[in-house]
C-alpha cells in the first residue's frame, strides 16, 4: 500500500521549472530514494511532499493527507530533516529535544533515542558547537520525536566525512527496521544503493529512471570515460560501433568514448591496429553524472546546460 | 506543556544567554543615565525649565533607550537570523507554528525593555532623587504604547530585511533618529517649537511627550497616544504584509 503519492508535480519558479510532471509513489515501509545532481529538482519536490511549498499543478497525498490544505494533520505523521535548516545556536540538545517533545501529543521519548543515535555525551551541550555528524544525529532526533510514520531526509550525509556517513546509514536502515517509512534524497549513487529499496532518478527536474538500485546499475553501462587526442582523425562510425560504446563526442581534437571495460580493450587494440598515437589517453571510472547520462540515454545532451543550484 | 509555553521556554533561556542584548536593554539604559547624572550642570535646577533639573527630563527618555534598543536593534536581529538559518522553516514540518517564535520573541523583548525601565527609573530614583511617575497608570498606559509602537517598528525592520545584517543597517539607521525624538541627545523641552513639534508626530518622540507628562502627574495629551496607536497599526499592518517566514 502506498504511504506517499505524487502525481504529475509541477513546480516552477520564475521562468526557472524546478520540477515537471514528477509522478512516484512510495510503499509503507519502504526505503525511497530520490537521486540526482545538484539543481535536478530533488529538494523542490521532497518540499512539495512536506508542505513547505505550494505545487503549481499535480497531486500529493502523504498517509491520505494534502501536504498543503491538510498540513496540520501531516505534520503529526512526517518526521523532517530539512537540506539547509539550524536550530537556535545557543540551544543545548536536551533543551532542543525538550521543546520539541512539547509539539507533539504523544511523542517518543528522547532518551532512548539519544543513546541509540549516541549524543548522550552532548546533551549539555550547544548546537553551535556541535559537529556537523552531530547536528544531524540531533535532526534524525528531531525529526522521529514525533513518532512519524514517514520520514524525510534531505542530504543527510552530504556534509559527513565517510566514517560518519557510514554510522548514519546505518542509523536509517534501523529507523527503517522499526517501521518508518522514508524518503531519501541523495546525490550519492553508494548511498542510494545501500539504502534504497527503489530509486527514483531526477534530472532536470523530471523522473527519468525508478527502479531498484540493482537494476538501475545494471542497465547503466557507461561505467567508464574513455578520452584521447589522436595523431590522425577518428571517423564517429566507427567508434560509436566500438563494443560496449555509448556515447562518442569531440571537445575539439580530444575525442571522449563513453562505455565499459570492453570499450576499453577495444579502443586500445584500435589504437595499436591502427598505429595511432593516443595523446593524453586518460582511462577513468564514469562518475555519477556519466552515470546519469547513460541512464536518460541522453548521448550527445548536454548536462552543462542544466540549472545550478539547488532548488 | 503547549507548545507556545515550550517555545517561550526555551526562547527566555536563550535571550538569557545573549549578554549583548541583556547589556543594550538592561544595562545600557541606566549607565547612559549614570553618565548625565556625572555632568554637574544636568543636576542643578534650572530655572527656564520650570524649577527642575535635567537629569528629571532624561529618566522618560532614558526609559525609552530600553525599548529602542529591544526593539530597533535586538528584535529584528535575533528574528532575522532564526529566518536566515532556516529556523522557522524547521518549525513549519512541525505541529508547532513558527508564529510561535515570533511572539515569543516579542515578547521577551518587551519584557525586557520594561524591566530596563524601571532599572532606569529606580536609579534616578536612589541616586538623585528624580521623583517616581505621579500619574502611575498614565506612565504605565504611555508606555505600553510606546512598547507596542516600538516592537511594531521592530517588526517592520524584521519583515524589510532579508538578511541579519541588512537588519543591523535598518536598525542603527533608525536608532539614532529613535534616541534623537526620544530626547537623548538633547532634552525636547529646549528645541524650537516646531522641531518639537514634528518631533511629537514621531513614535519616540511622542512616546516621550506622553511620559514626561504622566511623571509630572498629568494624564498625557491624547494627541500623543494617538499618534502612538495610530502608528502601531499602521506599521504592524506593513509588518504584516512584507513579512516572509523563508
Not at chain 2, 549583548?20 to 542643578?44: D, E, M, N
Amino acid at each position: 500500500m502506498s504511504i506517499v503519492e505524487v502525481e504529475g508535480l509541477r513546480k516552477t519558479y520564475g521562468a526557472v521549472t524546478a520540477v515537471d510532471d514528477v509522478s512516484f509513489t512510495v510503499a509503507e515501509g519502504e526505503v525511497f530514494g530520490i537521486l540526482g545532481p545538484n539543481g535536478a529538482g530533488k529538494t523542490t519536490a521532497v518540499e512539495c511532499v512536506e508542505g513547505l511549498r505550494v505545487p503549481d499543478a499535480g497531486r500529493i497525498r502523504v498517509a491520505g493527507f494534502d501536504p498543503i490544505r491538510e498540513h496540520d494533520e501531516l505534520t503529526k505523521i512526517l518526521g523532517v530533516q530539512l537540506q539547509a535548516s539550524e536550530l537556535q545556536a545557543k540551544l543545548t540538545v536536551r533543551e532542543a529535544l525538550e521543546m520539541y517533545s512539547a509539539f507533539y501529543a504523544d511523542p517518543a521519548d528522547w532518551r532512548p533515542l539519544v543513546e541509540r543515535l549516541g549524543l548522550e555525551a552532548q546533551l549539555g551541550q550547544r548546537f553551535g558547537k556541535l559537529s556537523g555528524g552531530q547536528k544531524q544525529r540531533l535532526f534524525i532526533a528531531v525529526s522521529l520525536l514525533g513518532n512519524p510514520r514517514v520520514a524525510v531526509f534531505d542530504e543527510l550525509t552530504a556534509a559527513l566525512d565517510p566514517r560518519a556517513r557510514r554510522e548514519t546509514w546505518q542509523l536509517v536502515r534501523d529507523i527503517n527496521a522499526s517501521g518508518v517509512t522514508i524518503l531519501l534524497v541523495t546525490h550519492f549513487m553508494e548511498e542510494a544503493q545501500y539504502l534504497c529499496d527503489r530509486v527514483a532518478v531526477f534530472d532536470r527536474g523530471r523522473v527519468v529512471a525508478l527502479d531498484t538500485p540493482d537494476a538501475l546499475i545494471k542497465n547503466s553501462d557507461s561505467s567508464v570515460v574513455i578520452s584521447f587526442r589522436p595523431s590522425t582523425p577518428l571517423p564517429d562510425a566507427g567508434l560509436q560501433s566500438l563494443p560496449g560504446a555509448v556515447s562518442v563526442t569531440r571537445d575539439g581534437a580530444k575525442v571522449v568514448i563513453k562505455g565499459n571495460d570492453d570499450t576499453v580493450q577495444a579502443v586500445t587494440s584500435m589504437i595499436v591496429r591502427e598505429r595511432i598515437t593516443a595523446r593524453q589517453l586518460r582511462i577513468v571510472d564514469a562518475t555519477l553524472d556519466d552515470a546519469f547520462l547513460s541512464i536518460t540515454a541522453g548521448a550527445g545532451s548536454d548536462h552543462s546546460a542544466t540549472v545550478q543550484g539547488d532548488f | 506543556m503547549s507548545a507556545s509555553t515550550a517555545v517561550l521556554k526555551a526562547e527566555t533561556k536563550l535571550f538569557a544567554r545573549e549578554p549583548g542584548s541583556l547589556f543594550w536593554v538592561l544595562a545600557f539604559p541606566s549607565l547612559l543615565l549614570l553618565g548625565f547624572g556625572l555632568i554637574p550642570k544636568y543636576r542643578q535646577i534650572d530655572p527656564g525649565l520650570g524649577g527642575n533639573r535635567i537629569i528629571d527630563f532624561y529618566v522618560p527618555s532614558v526609559v525609552l533607550v530600553a525599548l529602542i534598543t529591544a526593539s530597533l536593534l535586538s528584535m529584528p536581529g535575533a528574528l532575522t537570523t532564526y529566518r536566515e538559518r532556516g529556523i522557522l522553516r524547521r518549525m513549519r514540518t512541525t505541529p508547532a507554528r513558527p508564529s510561535h517564535l515570533l511572539v515569543a520573541q516579542m515578547v521577551l523583548h518587551a519584557a525586557a525593555a520594561v524591566l530596563g525601565a524601571v532599572l532606569a527609573i529606580a536609579l534616578g530614583r536612589l541616586v538623585w532623587g528624580v521623583a517616581l511617575p505621579e500619574q502611575m497608570l498614565a506612565y504605565g498606559v504611555s508606555l505600553l504604547l510606546a512598547t507596542l509602537a516600538g516592537l511594531a517598528m521592530g517588526a517592520v525592520i524584521t519583515a524589510l530585511a532579508r538578511t541579519a545584517k541588512a537588519a543591523q543597517a535598518i536598525g542603527l539607521a533608525v536608532f539614532f533618529p529613535s534616541m534623537f525624538a526620544a530626547g537623548i541627545y538633547v532634552p525636547t523641552q529646549v528645541l524650537p517649537d516646531t522641531v518639537r513639534q514634528v518631533i511629537e508626530l514621531i513614535p519616540f518622540g511622542a512616546a516621550a511627550q506622553a511620559l514626561n507628562q504622566a511623571a509630572n502627574g498629568s494624564w498625557p495629551t491624547w494627541t500623543h497616544l494617538t499618534v502612538l496607536a495610530l502608528w502601531t497599526v499602521g506599521l504592524m499592518a506593513i509588518a504584516a504584509r512584507w513579512f516572509r517566514w523563508e
